[in-house]
Each structure stands twice: as C-alpha cells, then as structure tokens.
C-alpha cells in the first residue's frame, strides 16, 4: 500500500473477505493466495488473513497472521488501525467478533490510541455509551489532534445525561474548532456533522 492513509484501498482489500458464500470463499481464498505468493508487501495481506480468521472465530491463527505482518511491515499498526475502523463503522455486519479484533489489536499495540478511539467508536454506534466513553477518554488524552473523539464523547454523554461531562467536551470542542483555520474548520465541522 502506498500510502497507508488512503481508505479507498481498504475498501477495495475489503470486497475480497467476509463473504458468506462459499462459492465466494472459494475464490477469496483464492485471490488472497495469488496475492501473498506475488506482493511486494505480503505483511499487508497477513493483516486481511489476519482480520478474516478472527471474523470466523479463529482467534489464535489470526492473531499469528498479524504477529506475521508486525514482523514484516513497520506501519503495521496503521494498517491495521485503518482496516479496524472500516470494518468497526462502516462494515459492521460482514463481519463477527468486531470487539475481539479490536481488543486483540489493543493487547498487541498497546502503545497505539487509535484502537482505541475505533473500540469506543464501535461501542457508541452499539449503544454501550459507557464503555465508549472510558475507551475514546483514552484516545482523547493520547491523540489531542483527532478533534472527532470529543463529539463522539459528546454523543455519549447525551445518552448517558452526563451534563457536567458533556458541558466540558463541547467547550474542549469549540476551543479545539476554534484553533483551526476557516478550511480545516470546515473540513472538520463536515466530518463531525457525519458523527
């Protein structure tokens, strides 16, 4: 992957797991093979085997396939983070055992917040507000710059009816909006009125 960031490829890596069918396994399999034997990164597609065994309750052979790909790729982490939250927000229902992943990704990389910030995303939009809350309260305090967590936050305190909690994140929202310049404020003012 050229650039890590970009989501659109881990759209398109997505479309070839998670299927039920097993016609579609059959070539998903397949596809994943082809590619492992001929990438010139094979850490990335250890991710998707990796993301894939765990959705199937293969917990162990997944968690080897990412010790594979964190061996072989040093933005593993990214890669990984960025897969999670697809599948955690916008793909929910092709896979199982979200959580697992998510917290088998937060035991691996416990030095990285943005599994967590993906675990409390992912327990908000299934209603658990409260472990939301403790997860993106983490992320918060260790990714000042990801701006997001404090609406999440917001979202979770409304459903909880935290007044106190929900006053001091819309004033660290407003200052934090209020640092940026008119473009990034409205970039940003888009992706939270998407939350």
């Not at 097993?22 to 990164?41: F, I, P, R, V």
């Not at 010790?67 to 896979?95: C, G, H, M, W």
Request: glycine residues 6%; negative net charge.
């Amino acid at each position: 992957i050229a650039n890590p960031n970009n989501k659109s490829i881990y759209l398109e890596l997505l479309k070839f797991i998670g299927s039920d069918s097993s016609e579609a396994d059959t070539s998903n399999d397949q596809w994943l093979k082809n590619a492992l034997a001929g990438a010139k990164n094979p850490a990335i597609l250890h991710g998707l085997l990796g993301l894939q065994e765990i959705s199937s309750g293969n917990v162990l052979t997944g968690e080897k396939h990412w010790r594979i790909a964190e061996q072989q790729y040093n933005k593993t982490k990214l890669i990984l983070s960025n897969l999670l939250e697809l599948v955690a927000t916008d793909r929910p229902e092709q896979f199982n055992n979200i959580v697992d992943m998510i917290s088998l990704a937060i035991e691996m990389f416990s030095d990285e917040p943005r599994f967590y910030r993906t675990r409390g995303i992912y327990f908000a939009n299934q209603g658990r507000y409260v472990e939301a809350i403790d997860d993106l309260s983490y992320a918060s305090e260790k990714l000042p710059n990801f701006i997001d967590i404090h609406q999440h936050l917001i979202s979770c305190y409304e459903q909880t009816g935290n007044e106190s909690a929900l006053s001091e994140q819309m004033e660290i929202l407003e200052t934090k909006l209020g640092e940026l310049n008119a473009t990034e404020r409205r970039n940003m003012q888009r992706l939270i009125d998407k939350i």
